[in-house]
């Protein structure tokens, strides 16, 4: 897809980092919009779901969020550093750890960087500015302390969610890790201060 490029061009990262690009393989139902599995080497394999009713902003985001400047990109940074320090904890990224949602937030942190969206369109300013209400009340459904088709309505009516049912089921699913699309990071205000979190284990792992 041509979003990829429109990620990459200004986004790669620092000379000397072995990048050796992306696989993109199409999908069908997952509990995710997508998912970027490191392969090693500089290349990492993008699956996209083709079952999503994908908007031409959504989908230059989560493109942007999985490839450059997003988990790509933090995979290219900590092989390096594995390689050329010895970390071999960063092998591995397990999920609800510190270090995964700070991931996650980072990611999401470097995207709005490239796309802002504040200068997007006005539903899709609309819908940034509900979604942390739409994460809480999901966080309600599931946690049984609201009525799961009064929740599902107020999702749906109330806050704009086009899959109020998919967005509640990956809720049941990433439990904690949600809140990471929706809490930037506010240790990244640039490209250089983002390679330097990458790059900072004792932040990363103090979330």
């Not at 997003?70 to 995979?75: A, I, K």
């Amino acid at each position: 897809t041509r979003h990829i490029p429109e990620c990459g061009a200004p986004t790669r990262p620092a000379t000397g980092i072995r990048d050796a690009g992306l696989e993109l393989r199409y999908v069908l139902a997952q509990p995710w919009p997508a998912f970027t599995t490191y392969r090693g080497s500089g290349l990492s394999l993008v699956d996209l779901r083709r079952d999503v009713a994908w908007t031409e902003a959504d989908l230059r985001a989560v493109l942007c969020h999985e490839t450059y400047p997003g988990h790509h990109v933090q995979d290219l940074v900590w092989d390096e550093l594995r390689e050329r320090r010895g970390w071999t904890e960063f092998a591995v990224l397990p999920p609800f750890t510190p270090h995964a949602l700070m991931a996650e937030r980072a990611a999401v942190t470097a995207t709005a960087l490239l796309w802002p969206p504040a200068e997007g369109p006005l539903v899709d300013r609309l819908l940034a500015e509900l979604a942390p209400m739409a994460a809480a009340t999901a966080v309600e459904i599931v946690d049984g302390k609201l009525d799961r088709r009064t929740g599902l309505a107020r999702l749906a009516d109330d806050l704009l969610m086009p899959n109020a049912d998919e967005f509640v089921a990956f809720v049941e699913q990433a439990r904690s890790m949600t809140l990471a699309y929706v809490t930037p990071a506010s240790e990244v205000h640039d490209w250089e201060s983002y390679l330097e979190l990458l790059r900072s284990p004792e932040r990363l792992v103090a979330g």
